[in-house]
C-alpha cells in the first residue's frame, strides 16, 4: 500500500480535544449551545445550569462554544477544570484560587479576598454551611454551650464568605451576570464532587452569578447516593434541587455520525479510499440502533484507519471488533485469552440453542462466561446486531493477531 500512504504524519491522534469553534462542530452542538446561551442570559440570577452528557458525548466543546458567544456579547466568564485540583484536600478553595489567577482578566483578583476568608474561617465552609459536622447526640448533651458556640461561629464565617463572593461577582460582572463553566467535576474523588456541589447550593449562590456544572449526572447521582448511603436521601433528586436546568447533550444522530466518520477519515487516508471506507463503516452501522458515544466512536475509526494503512485490510470485521473494542474492552480482551468456541460464546448472549443433552448453550456456559458480560444489555444488543460479521472464525482470529499488532498487545488470541 505504499501508493496510498495516509496522513499520519499529520494526524492528531487525542480524541479528547474538544471543539472551539462553530465550522468544527458535527455533532449538532451549535445548537446547543445557541439554546443554553439563551437560558443563561435571560434566567433570573443566581441560577445553576447542569450540562449533562457521559464523558465523551462532548460537554467541554459546548462550553468553549458557549463562551465565545458571551465573550462576543461582553458578558464576562470563567473556566474551572476541577480535575486539576483532585489532589487538594477539597475543590471550594482551589475554584476560588483559579478564579483569582486569572490573568486575562484583573478584576478577577478581588476573588483574592474570598480565598482568604477561607484560609481564615476554614476551606471546608461550604460543606458544614449545610450540615455544621456530625455531631452525634450524646456529643450535644454533654457539650451543649462549646456546639453552640461553634454552630455560632460556622455561621459567621459562612456569611463572611458569601459576602466576600457577592463582592467579587459585583465587581466582575458586567451587567446583570457573571458565568463560572465548573468542568470535569465527575472525575474527581465522590467527596470532593459532592462538598462542591453543596457549596454551590448553599454557599455560592449569589446575584448576578451563574454556573454551568458539566458533569455526567449519572455519576454524580451515585456519589452523592454513595456519601449518603443508609439515609433517606435520594441522590437523583438531591441534585435536581441543587439544578435549576439541566440540559443533556443529546445523542448523535445518523447525519452527525456520517459527517463525523468521513471527516476523521478524510484527515487519515489517502483520498482515493475514503469514500469507500466511509461508505463500509456507514453501512455496518446502519442497523445498530444503540447512542454512540462520540469519542468511543472516533477511537474505533481512528485505529481501524490505522490497521487499514498498516495492514491493508479493508474489511467491515476489523472496524467492528475495533469498535467492539473500545466499547466493551475487558470482554474482548477476556475472550481472546479464553479457550471457548466463539460460536457458543456468542449463542450464549444471542440464542438458546440446545445441547444433545436438553441444556441450552446458555446454561452450559454460565459457570464459564463471567457474570457481569452475560447481563450486560448494551453487550447483547452489541453482539447481536453484528453477530453475522463476528460469526466468522476465519476472520475474526486474525483480526484480533491485528489489532493486537497495532497497539492492543491484551487482543492476542489463543490458539484454539
Not at 462542591?196 to 456544572?213: D, M, P, T, W, Y
Not at 466511509?278 to 458515544?293: A, F, I, S
Amino acid at each position: 500500500m505504499d501508493s496510498d500512504k495516509g496522513k499520519l504524519d499529520s494526524f492528531s491522534f487525542s480524541a479528547e480535544r474538544p471543539i472551539s469553534r462553530d465550522d468544527e462542530d458535527l455533532l449538532g452542538h451549535v445548537r446547543v449551545a445557541d439554546t443554553l446561551v439563551s437560558i443563561i442570559t435571560r434566567a433570573q440570577t443566581p441560577l445553576t445550569v447542569g450540562l449533562y452528557g457521559e464523558w465523551g458525548s462532548g460537554k467541554t466543546g459546548v462550553i468553549n462554544l458557549i463562551a465565545k458567544r458571551l465573550a462576543s456579547m461582553k458578558i464576562p466568564t470563567a473556566y474551572v477544570d476541577c480535575w486539576k485540583y483532585e489532589g487538594s484536600e477539597g475543590l471550594v478553595l482551589p475554584l476560588f484560587a483559579s478564579l483569582a489567577e486569572d490573568r486575562t482578566a484583573p478584576e478577577m483578583r478581588s476573588f483574592s479576598k474570598v480565598v482568604g476568608t477561607l484560609l481564615l474561617c476554614g476551606a471546608d465552609v461550604g460543606l458544614h454551611a449545610a450540615t455544621f459536622g456530625a455531631l452525634r447526640l450524646k456529643d450535644v448533651k454533654e457539650n451543649l454551650g462549646e456546639i453552640e458556640g461553634r454552630i455560632l461561629q460556622k455561621v459567621d464565617a459562612v456569611g463572611r464568605v458569601q459576602e466576600e463572593f457577592k463582592k467579587a461577582v459585583e465587581q466582575v460582572a458586567t451587567g446583570d451576570r457573571f458565568i463560572i463553566f465548573v468542568d470535569n467535576l465527575d472525575r474527581c474523588r465522590p467527596e470532593n464532587a459532592v462538598s462542591l456541589l453543596e457549596s454551590v447550593r448553599n454557599l455560592l449562590a449569589v446575584e448576578k452569578c451563574v454556573f454551568v456544572i458539566a458533569v455526567d449526572d449519572a455519576v454524580l447521582i451515585s456519589y452523592i447516593d454513595q456519601k449518603y448511603s443508609g439515609t433517606k436521601v435520594d441522590g437523583k433528586k438531591y441534585l435536581e434541587k441543587v439544578v435549576d436546568f439541566p440540559y443533556a447533550v443529546p445523542n448523535p444522530t445518523a447525519g452527525s455520525i456520517t459527517g463525523l466518520v468521513s471527516t476523521l477519515f478524510s484527515k487519515i487516508l489517502p483520498p482515493p479510499i475514503v469514500d469507500s471506507e466511509t461508505k463500509l463503516v456507514l453501512e455496518t452501522l446502519r442497523n445498530y440502533t444503540q447512542p454512540l458515544n462520540p469519542r468511543t466512536l472516533r477511537k474505533a475509526l481512528v485505529r481501524y484507519a490505522v490497521l487499514r494503512l498498516t495492514k491493508d485490510r479493508s474489511d467491515r470485521a476489523p472496524f467492528v471488533l475495533a469498535l467492539l473494542y473500545e466499547m466493551h474492552p475487558r470482554f474482548l480482551e477476556w475472550f481472546a485469552r479464553s479457550s471457548l468456541p466463539l460460536r457458543g460464546v456468542f449463542n450464549s448472549f444471542i440464542k438458546e440453542e440446545h445441547s444433545p443433552g436438553g441444556k441450552s448453550m446458555k446454561d452450559i456456559l454460565k459457570d464459564v462466561v463471567p457474570p457481569e458480560y452475560l447481563s450486560d444489555p448494551q453487550l447483547k444488543n452489541f453482539l447481536r446486531t453484528f453477530e453475522t460479521i463476528l460469526y466468522d472464525r476465519g476472520k475474526f482470529a486474525p483480526c484480533l493477531k491485528d489489532l493486537a499488532e497495532c497497539g492492543l498487545p491484551d487482543l492476542h488470541p489463543t490458539d484454539s
